[in-house]
Structures are given as C-alpha cells and as structure tokens.
C-alpha cells in the first residue's frame, strides 16, 4: 500500500522552512528601510538644529533722532548732498541713541564707551544710512530703529559665547555680556526674525551677522537658467536622434557607451575641463555665471539623454507602427505620437538633472565662484558676465571662516539648498503625473 497524500493544510517541515526564510527576508528589508529612515531624520534634525538660528538675528531696538543738520548738511534735502555724508556720522547718531537708550532705561554699566558702541555691528550705520537716502523724509525724525547687534553679542544670546569665553576673547568683554543681559531684561536687546539672511550680500569677517545668500541665491538662479537653456534641448535632440534615427552600428554604440562613462565622471574632471577651455582658452572671466552655467550644462548633458533616452524607449514600438502604417512620415511619428508620451519622463530627467547640477561644489571652486562677492550682478543678460556665487560654494565659503557665526549661517545656507532641491524634486513628481498618458 502507498502512503496517502499529505494534506494541503498541513505544515511539513519544508514549507515551515521557507515560509521561515521569507518571514526573516521581510524583517531584513523592514529593519533595512527603518535605518534609512533613522538615518535621514538624525540628518535632517542635526541640519536644522544646527541652521535655523541662521533665520533669526539679535538686534537692538533703541530710538534714533535723525537729526537734520547730521544727515543733510546742506538743509535742501538734496540727494546728491545727502549721499556724502559717511557711515562714520550714522556711526555716532547711534553711538549717542545707544548712550541715551541706556539711560532712560537705568541701565548702569562698567563697560567703556568703545565696549558700548562695540555691540553694535558695524554693518549698522550703512544700513541706517541706505535707509535714510532711500526715505529722505525721514531727515529730522526719531524713531525706533531695529540695529544689528555684534556678533558675540547674537552668539551670548544663543548660548555659543560665554562669560568664560569673554576672559579670552578680545573681541567681547564681561562688562559688555552683562550689559547684554540688562538690556535683555529691559527689552532693549531680543532675537528676531532674519529676513535678510535671504536677501543681503556676503560680508566680511569682522560682520558675520550681516551675511547673507542674496548673492548665492542669484547666482545660483541664473546657472540654472544656463543650464536649463543649453542641456534640455541639446540633451533631448540627442536623444531623439540616437534612439530613433541614428542607424544601429558600433559607431552608435560607442557614442552610447562615451555617454554613460561621462555622466559618471567626477564632477571635478568638468570642473577642470571648464577652467582650461572656457577661462583660459576663450578668456571668459571667472567667477561668473555663464562660466558657472557652461560647465554644469556639460556636466548634465550627459544625464539628461540618457533619461530623455530611456523615455523614448519606454514608448511601445508598436505606436511608432501604426503611425507609420497610417502614413505618417518617420519624423510625424516621432514628434506627434513618441515625444509626447515620452515628455513626462524627460522632463523628469531633466529636473533631476538640474537639481544635480544645483547642489554641485567642486566644478565651481575650480571656476573661482567661491572669491567673496559684495555685490549683486546686474540683471542679464550683462549680468551673467559679472561676478557671482553659488550656494554651495556659499557654503564652502562660510565653513572655512574662523568665527562660529560663519558656520551657523553655513547650516543655515544648506536648509535652503535641502529646500530647493526638494522643491525640483517635487516638482519632477508633479509634472509626471500630470503629463503623464496611459497607452
């Protein structure tokens, strides 16, 4: 006699082995997928407790009497008259407010006049003075005006200077750290929002607290223009030709291969490329953004057809067929029926591919986008010629700085650049949904 067959319902002990091996496979991938996900938000959390005091700036809110014989000499209101008067006398206008707030307030002090004035950045008195040449009428008025405090001053506030750090710093007192905490309680001196860490230009480093991304954030925009201008349609016409009207030999095949090996070369190695051909063959000047633009459209070109590739071969053949069989002319078919099922995906190549090139360091630095930039360029398309920065050579910038306040603002710098970025990725995730065609 045979053994009768076992039941469907029964475990041998083979089947308990294997749904065991899948039972360990699916931990093995959930405790895979929670370490990424730790791993991204202990990222996340260090970047923004490290960067968002960036967003806010201690300043002083003291009355200020703009006097008119000190900001207009000339008693005409003249524009011309009033623009020569220096930051040196909006210097003392405050130093005095400052003397005045203190005593109204009763704040007595051991500090010396120069500790005093010392709490105020001496980014201040410009900012007064492009203030007042902006609004003239402000001439003979006083009113409450809130001035950027110093920068070991912004740094006690936060907890990063201390009273231990003032018998060794020669740039902040004891006497100026207590003067700090009584103004504090009076309400003279508080954190608030820094609207202008987006919008001001770099500073030097005697001024941490006034710099800005303005200049980066311009920068940075105008590249991707470049960019966008010069690597879509390139990259997207090369594509087309390669994958549906190049004819299949090995010469296609090793413009291919040459392809991907470049849109897996360093970035650096384009940085260098740049240097050699566009600064010092063409003589292009450096650090700007057409410089800038040039070499990370050549950095993404390569990206951008292979992905606007691989959306035109995610097209079934047989669309292309019934276009053709219809009579519709080789390039009909390509430019009526592929291309547009193909958008989707080649525009989300594309923005991946700007987003890469957005967050590139090294090509610029080779480039010279990292030299300090005061001023804004001007609007293009002269403005691509004048010098600029990018936000991560901002970054890179501001990390080598000595003062702490460069490093803060450094984390600050990355949260925009992480914002950005998620902003094009989102953006990649929208457009392909919406352009996107069911066959």
């Known amino acids: 006699m045979t053994d009768a067959p076992a039941s469907l319902f029964s475990h041998d002990p083979r089947l308990r082995r294997r749904r065991a091996a899948e039972r360990r496979f699916h931990a093995c991938g959930l405790a895979a997928i929670l370490a990424g996900v730790a791993a991204l938000l202990v990222l996340l959390g260090s970047v923004v407790a490290s960067g968002t005091g960036a967003f806010r700036q201690a300043r ?3 009355p200020v009497m703009l006097a008119a014989e000190a900001v207009d ?11 020569r008067v220096t930051t040196i006398t909006y210097g003392r206008i405050i130093e005095a407010a400052l003397h005045d707030a203190l005593a109204a307030a009763g704040i007595g002090t051991s500090a010396t006049g120069d500790e005093i004035a010392a709490m105020i950045s001496r980014e201040a008195p410009a900012r007064l003075r492009a203030m007042v040449l902006n609004r003239p009428e402000l001439r003979g008025q006083r009113l409450t005006v809130p001035l950027l405090a110093a920068g070991r001053i912004d740094g006690y506030l936060r907890g990063r200077v201390t009273m231990a750090d003032a018998e060794r710093d020669r740039h902040v007192s004891a006497a100026q750290l207590e003067l700090a905490d009584a103004m504090v309680a009076a309400g003279l001196l508080r954190r608030n929002r820094n609207p202008a860490f987006l919008t001001a230009t770099d500073a030097s480093d005697l001024r941490p607290e006034a710099a800005g991304l303005g200049v980066a954030i311009l920068g940075s925009a105008y590249m991707m223009l470049i960019v966008l201008a010069l690597s879509l349609p390139l990259g997207v016409a090369a594509a087309i030709h390669l994958e549906e009207f190049a004819p299949r030999n090995r010469w296609t095949d090793l413009i ?44 993404t070109l390569p990206t951008i057809i292979i992905s606007a590739g691989a959306a035109l ?11 053709l069989a219809l009579g519709a002319s080789r390039m009909q078919a390509v430019f009526h029926h592929v291309l547009p099922l193909a958008m989707p995906g080649i525009l989300t190549g594309a923005i991946i591919g700007l987003a890469q090139a957005l967050g590139e360091t090294a090509p610029l630095l080779l480039i010279g986008m990292v030299a300090f930039v005061r001023d804004y360029p001007g609007a293009p398309p002269q403005g691509l010629l004048d010098p600029a920065s990018a936000l991560p050579a901002q970054i890179y910038n501001w990390t080598q700085r000595a003062d702490p306040a460069f490093v803060e603002r450094a984390w600050g710098a990355i949260i925009v650049l992480l914002a950005l970025l998620l902003v094009m990725n989102a953006a990649a995730v929208v457009l392909r949904r919406r352009l996107e065609r069911r066959w």
């Open 60 to 62: 002083i809110h003291i």
């Open 73 to 83: 000499p000339s008693g005409t209101g003249d524009a011309g008259a009033m623009a």
């Open 256 to 299: 291919e291969v040459n392809i991907a090996n470049l849109a897996a070369v360093p970035s650096i190695v384009f940085g260098v490329l740049g240097l050699a051909i566009f600064i010092n063959l063409a003589g292009l000047p450096q650090s700007t953004p057409l410089v800038g633009g040039l070499v990370l459209a050549l950095m």
């Open 313 to 323: 071969r995610a097209v079934p053949p047989g669309l292309r067929d019934a276009a």
